[in-house]
Nanobody, 124 residues
């Protein structure tokens, strides 16, 4: 059974930094892509960033480009999302998802395995 667990949510002041973690386990494919999504109240879910284990390639959506950094520790099947220069509009439930990496860009997949989410609140 594939399990995806996010951790690190919390309350942070605008302009500050915060880091989220995502650990995936139980999957059998050799290469995987992990993606962060977020959903604010009353808004649709949106992509944040993703990374491919095969070559370490990353992708950032425009709303976080230049402020967020995604990284991975493949030995631990863990991905980190470092969030800097946080804004109140970054407030959302952050979800992590895993999919088999078939060699395409990590932003192209429809992710099958999802975590329960972790709340990040940025106060102004």
């Amino acid at each position: 059974e594939v399990q995806v667990v996010e951790s690190g949510g919390g309350l942070v002041q605008a302009g500050g930094s915060w880091r989220l973690s995502c650990t995936a386990s139980g999957f059998t494919f050799d290469d995987y892509a992990i993606s962060w999504f977020r959903q604010a109240p009353g808004k649709e879910r949106e992509g944040v960033s993703c990374i491919s284990s095969s070559d370490g390639s990353t992708y950032y959506y425009d709303s976080v480009k230049g402020r967020f950094t995604i990284s991975s520790d493949n030995a631990k099947n863990t991905v980190y999302l470092q969030m800097n220069s946080l804004k109140p509009e970054d407030t959302a439930e952050y979800f992590c998802a895993v999919e088999e990496d078939l060699g395409y860009g990590c932003y192209m997949y429809e992710y099958s395995y999802w975590g329960q989410g972790t709340q990040v609140t940025v106060s102004s």
